[in-house]
């Protein structure tokens, strides 16, 4: 009978310590396991990690919660957790101190968040961790001391991440691996380390030649979770694994070109080369005196795994073209260059009768460009050169809403002029030529102010159009937009585009005519002239033909760089 108090005594003591127990979180599951209290949150709304959660908890488990960050301080009361699954969170920000007071932490699993980076150094706080779970992340760095505060790890999963590019000094490094190393290997091996870089989109030149020769040479203690790690690129390594390829030693780029002069024509299409040899593969630059104003096409080509051929393409060279052109090429070892002198000799050719060049003007070139908006309107830049040191421009600006266009005369010096007082829903079109030569012979640009819709929304709708067409947007104060293209006007070559005969606002979008020599060539002139080829329009041509330039016909104008 003595054993029976006995027994009712064990169930009271019993009872009353699950009485002790604190409620778990709502949402949560708590449970004991192999003498330890588990927490288990999943597929719950938790913004941020519970605080204050209580210290006999051994092992928190969160998982796809919308966690953001690993805060400071939120670990203060659990000093004995031993396991910490944050797995498929949206985890991004791991603070500094956000391991402290995690002491006995022996396994920490962070995978399926968004990490691009871990602060290493906060596992100075857990001597004790073995396992170490970052796999599905962002992370595309490793600094060559990131593992030496983890004295235990002995299992690290970085696979599915973004690394292209590792030392091998990281494993190196590792304090489990040091160890095997300073034993001689004639300590018994007692426990394993496990390794998982694989499905990483690694860049198999030479700056990971050396943890290519570490993973072909690894063996135990080192365990390969996956020993196949695969090239993501270059292009001619993508696909190879590892145990495939070999890698060449880093060297400064050797450039060189297959001539160092060149000599064309006026008018001539010219390719200038250079070949690059390095590795890793080099970034090539060109750059010469106009390179603001004048944009030429660039093609590069890989002839050899270390060999980069780079292509500058100058259509139709102008005399202003000529001067020196220097390649570079640089990667992270060191930079070289290469000068290439280009010679643009005046063509030969007697000029046509009824050229719209004269002699005087053949060897000029004129270049204009809206630059930027100003308090009222827009700022011109302009680039000319000619044979005669002291130049005189003429800047002819005519608008759909003008009877007469207006005609600016400028003095040697000066390459920048504003056209103020824009109205809005209105095209501008503005010719610039030298000394006093008719518009036909400059540059032109043509820009249109948008409507002022007179609210938010519909200048959002406006801004949305114009960057679609052009790519080229300017803001006037009554809250209307521009936008400008650059590229000459000529109203017989853009005959069904646009003329500026009539005051109706314009209504299709049209490509202008393109030019060999014109650095803008890819921009878009947007008409919206809604006139159909042939009939009237013929008419109206043949009758202003005859009209010059008088007040009449002063909206009108060919223009034939």
């Not at 063996?219 to 292009?235: A, E, F, K, T």
């Not at 070109?257 to 000599?263: E, R």
């Not at 060999?307 to 990667?331: F, K, Q, W």
């Not at 000029?364 to 011109?380: E, M, N, S």
Request: aromatic share 8%.
């Amino acid at each position: 009978m003595a054993s029976v108090p006995h027994y009712f005594l064990l169930v009271l003591v019993f009872l009353d310590s699950h009485a002790a127990q604190p409620s778990c979180l709502p949402g949560c599951a708590c449970s004991e396991e192999s003498f330890s209290r588990t927490l288990k949150c999943v597929s719950i709304s938790l913004g941020e990690i519970p605080r204050n959660l209580p210290e006999e908890f051994k092992q928190v488990r969160i998982e796809k919660s919308p966690i953001f960050e690993l805060p400071r301080g939120f670990f203060i009361n659990m000093r004995t957790l031993e396991y910490l699954w944050l797995n498929f969170n949206n985890v991004t920000v791991i603070h500094l101190g956000a391991l402290e007071h995690l002491s006995e932490l022996k396994e920490l699993r962070l995978e399926g968040n968004k990490l691009r980076s871990v602060p290493w150094t906060a596992f100075r706080a857990t001597p004790l961790l073995r396992v170490l779970d970052l796999k599905h992340n962002r992370i595309d760095a490793l600094p060559e001391l990131a593992l030496q505060f983890l004295v235990n790890l002995t299992y690290l999963d970085l696979s599915s991440n973004r690394l292209t590019v590792v030392s091998k000094n990281v494993f190196l490094n590792w304090p489990a691996y040091q160890k095997y190393q300073q034993s001689g290997h004639e300590a018994e091996i007692l426990s394993s380390m496990v390794l998982a870089l694989h499905d990483n989109p690694w860049l198999c030149d030479c700056r990971l030649r050396g943890l290519v020769q570490f993973i072909k040479s690894v063996s135990l203690p080192v365990i390969l979770v996956n020993p196949y790690l695969m090239c993501r690129g270059p292009l001619f390594k993508a696909g190879q694994l590892f145990h495939e390829t070999e890698l060449s030693v880093c060297r400064k780029p050797q450039i060189s070109t297959p001539s160092a002069n060149v000599s064309v024509q006026v008018g001539q299409n010219v390719t200038l080369r250079c070949l690059a040899q390095a590795s890793p593969s080099p970034t090539i630059a060109w750059t010469y005196p106009l390179s603001t104003w004048r944009e030429f096409d660039v093609l590069t080509s890989f002839t050899a795994e270390d060999a980069t051929l780079s292509e500058l393409v100058i259509p139709a060279a102008h005399l202003v073209d000529r001067g020196n052109y220097t390649c570079m090429a640089s990667n992270s070892i060191g930079v070289s260059t290469v000068v290439i002198s280009l010679g643009v000799q005046p063509a030969q050719a007697l000029l046509a009768p009824r050229s719209l060049f004269s002699p005087s003007e053949s060897g000029a070139y004129v270049d204009l460009r809206v630059v930027k908006q100003t308090a009222h309107g827009i700022l011109l830049e302009w680039f000319a050169v000619a044979d005669t040191p002291e130049k005189w421009f003429t800047l002819y600006i005519a608008s759909d809403e003008a009877f007469r266009k207006k005609v600016v005369h400028v003095g040697p010096g000066i390459n920048t002029y504003t056209v103020d007082d824009l109205l809005p829903g209105t095209k501008y079109e503005v010719c610039l030529s030298l000394g006093g030569q008719p518009p036909h012979q400059g540059r032109c640009v043509v820009f249109v102010t948008g409507r002022d819709d007179g609210g938010l929304e519909g200048r959002e709708r406006l801004l949305h159009t114009t960057v679609i067409l052009c790519a080229v947007l300017l803001a006037v104060p009554v809250g209307a937009y521009a936008w400008a293209a650059q590229a000459p006007c000529s109203c017989r070559a853009w005959r069904p585009r646009w003329c500026l005969r009539r005051r109706k606002a314009p209504r299709c979008s049209l490509a202008a005519p393109e030019l060999r020599d014109d650095p803008y060539r890819d921009h878009t002139a947007v008409c919206e002239d809604g006139l159909e080829p042939g009939g009237a329009e013929r008419e109206g041509d043949e009758q202003r033909a005859g009209e010059g330039d008088d007040h009449r016909g002063g909206l009108v104008w060919t223009s034939s760089p």
